[in-house]
């Protein structure tokens, strides 16, 4: 062990290895967030300078960087960071109801939670088949491009650019909100506020720097994205249609991916999402992206949301360490 880089989003440690012809190389070994590692009771003191470690994991195709599955501690026989297993919600309880029959997305009166693990970290268009690729969104064969979206032949070139090279510059990982449908896709979950009173609905971020996203529900228009200033999240006004908040939102800027895997988009981004909670447990997620721009014809696609009983989200902050943790 060499180094320990225990910072957010991804905590890594360093450490030197030996072949068979006694070339030593040095490997930044990826083990997750930190939020995450110390929920399950793994703290940074857990290794040290000098510590003899085994290390199982996936490697990265162009550098000496792995993503590791399991980490065992040399002189204790330990492995550490396995991951514990967390309560979930009640299967199929229903969802909680505010005093006027509406569904509430937040937790029961008395209660905490929020949303955390969604069913996939990628976004694409839900008339495709399966397209084989990594959980990151990597594609295996990159002439699948063509059913990830309806892609214009600009945007299907950036892409395909970005997925060549690795997804290694994905703004996300230099602490740049995640924006967009990905928004839902954070590691540390998200959570609503619902603030009826006022007309609005807050969601606040586990996955970024305490951001945060304004919901009007008051009735007032949506306005045209020229209109507004352009940000990560949009401005967004909603409607509910018997249990399910329908989202409309205009006016992004372009420094974000829409997903992990890549995919573009400009300001002309009109985003339409749809929020059912099926039940206590299952929140259902649809997006419909609309780009002229971008893409060739609005298209859709989405996901199921768990949630996380009787916890807060935990503070995070993004430190930006890929300064000098990633071997170029």
């Not at 996203?213 to 401005?235: F, H, K, M, Q």
């Not at 997620?285 to 989200?313: A, F, L, S």
Request: aromatic share 10%; glycine share 8%.
């Amino acid at each position: 062990m060499t180094r320990i880089d225990w910072s957010y989003p991804n905590a890594f440690f360093f450490i030197d290895t030996r072949d068979a012809t006694g070339t030593v190389a040095n490997w930044a070994i990826q083990i997750g967030t930190p939020i995450d590692l110390e929920r399950d009771g793994w703290k940074a003191s857990a290794l040290h300078i000098g510590d003899s470690v085994s290390v199982e994991g996936n490697p990265a195709r162009d550098a000496r960087q792995a993503f590791a599955k399991s980490v065992v501690l040399t002189r204790t026989g330990k492995r550490l960071f396995t991951p514990s297993a967390r309560r979930a919600a009640a299967a199929g309880a229903p969802a909680p109801r505010w005093p006027n029959g509406q569904i509430r997305l937040g937790p029961a009166a008395g209660k905490t939670g929020y949303w955390g693990i969604s069913s996939t970290k990628v976004l694409v268009e839900n008339s495709a088949s399966k397209i084989p690729m990594t959980a990151d969104g990597l594609l295996l064969n990159l002439a699948d491009a063509d059913k990830v979206a309806p892609f214009l032949p600009w945007s299907k070139a950036l892409y395909e650019h970005r997925q060549r090279a690795l997804l290694k510059d994905d703004p996300y990982a230099r602490c740049v909100p995640p924006g967009g449908p990905r928004q839902f896709q954070m590691p540390n979950g998200f959570q609503f506020v619902e603030q009826n009173e006022l007309g609005r609905i807050l969601v606040l971020l586990g996955g970024g720097d305490r951001n945060w996203r304004v919901i009007y529900t008051d009735g007032r228009p949506l306005g045209a994205a020229a209109e507004a200033v352009p940000s990560y999240y949009g401005t967004s006004v909603g409607h509910w249609e018997k249990d399910t908040l329908i989202v409309e939102s205009v006016g992004y800027n372009e420094k974000f991916w829409l997903s992990s895997t890549g995919l573009p988009h400009t300001e002309a981004l009109h985003l339409t999402e749809r929020f059912t909670r099926i039940d206590l447990s299952t929140l259902k997620y649809e997006v419909t992206v609309d780009d002229p721009r971008t893409y060739t014809k609005p298209w859709t696609g989405g996901w199921t949301i768990q949630w996380v009983p009787d916890q807060d989200i935990q503070e995070s902050f993004c430190e930006d360490n890929a300064e000098t943790t990633f071997i170029r």
